[in-house]
Nanobody, 119 residues
Framework: VQLVESGGGLVQPGGSLRLSCAASGFTFSSYDMSWYRQAPGKERELVADITSTGGSTNSADSMKGRFTISRHNAKNTVYLQMDNLTPEDTAVYYC?????????????WGQGTQVTVSS
């Protein structure tokens, strides 16, 4: 199982980035997907999630209207479009796959990609 994030980097305040997470080794279309982030000295927090079919999405209140999660099941990839970035968005962003199958939880994590918002 692999989740490989990409697209992070340094961006100026007000800028945009699009993160990608390429999945392999499991049935991607059967899993709900999430993006989390962790800033230095802070706990990991949920950014956004999307159901296995892409029919429903949810994002944290502080990111509503700025961050958009989407997925392409044929490409086994989930995306996070981030607009109007602020220095407070600086963090390592992680991709997560999760499902419950016959009452057993399954969850996988990527290694993370650094996003730095600074002038």
């Amino acid at each position: 199982v692999q989740l490989v994030e990409s697209g992070g980097g340094l961006v100026q305040p007000g800028g945009s980035l699009r993160l990608s997470c390429a999945a392999s080794g499991f049935t991607f279309s059967s899993y709900d997907m999430s993006w989390y982030r962790q800033a230095p000295g802070k706990e990991r927090e949920l950014v956004a999630d999307i159901t296995s079919t892409g029919g429903s999405t949810n994002s944290a209140d502080s990111m509503k209207g700025r961050f958009t999660i989407s997925r392409h099941n044929a490409k086994n990839t989930v995306y996070l479009q981030m607009d109007n970035l602020t220095p407070e968005d600086t963090a390592v962003y992680y991709c997560n796959a999760h499902r419950t199958y016959f009452l057993k939880p399954y969850t996988y994590w990527g290694q993370g990609t650094q996003v730095t918002v600074s002038s």
